[in-house]
């Protein structure tokens, strides 16, 4: 689940981004997610499990993006679930990616959970023609629900009463993340989706988009984070 070297729609990014890449046609969340990753190597870790993951392909192989940058993904597992995804420009020119981990939660019912954390942020409404707005209260879902928000705290939460629990998203790396759920009509069109199984999901995105991009000179390296934790309430 990584978005990389681009977010979304590549024609939404700003024009850095686009620039990097060079291809006809542009699938949504960058080039990353659709290639098999090498597994580098898995070690115990306390009484977890430390997994390394590269794609060998993002150093100068990939179509349409010709740029040399190592790019390793590391998922530590034990009480909480650790992802970095680390970018290191292995050439010489600059590189500018936008990205995310692109994480889908299990609610009880989105209906009644909550997000908090987001409390009075500005965010990018792409529903209403990218409009930018500002969160009063925490994020309760109604409707469809595509926002970027902006400026973020490292940590964010998402409440789900029925469930009595609270999941945590602690990130690093990042001030921006995307919030979304697809509801009735949207969930329909997914082919990898039940109908109804935009009740049971909420999907948080710890990210670098909008304005909150990653720009990488040359031997320039940065990692992006989150810890994912689990409490009863």
Known sequence: PVCWPWFGNLQRNPQAVQAMYHGEQAPAHGLARSRDWQL??????????????E???????LPGWPHDVELKLVVELGDELKLSLTSRNMGNTPVTISQALHSY???????QARVEGVEGLGYIE????????????PLAFAG???RIYLDTPQTLSIVDPHWSRRITLTSSGSRSAVIWNPWTERAKELADMADDGWQRMLCIETANVWDDLVELRPGASHSLGVVIGCEMI
């Open 105 to 111: 939660f299990a609610v009880s019912d989105v209906r």
């Open 55 to 61: 794609l060998p392909e993002a150093q100068g192989e």
């Open 144 to 146: 469809e629900t595509d």
């Open 126 to 137: 792409t529903l209403a023609d990218w409009e930018q707005r500002q969160q009063q209260g």
């Open 40 to 53: 580098l190597g898995i070690e115990e870790a306390g009484d977890g499990l430390r997994i390394e993951f």
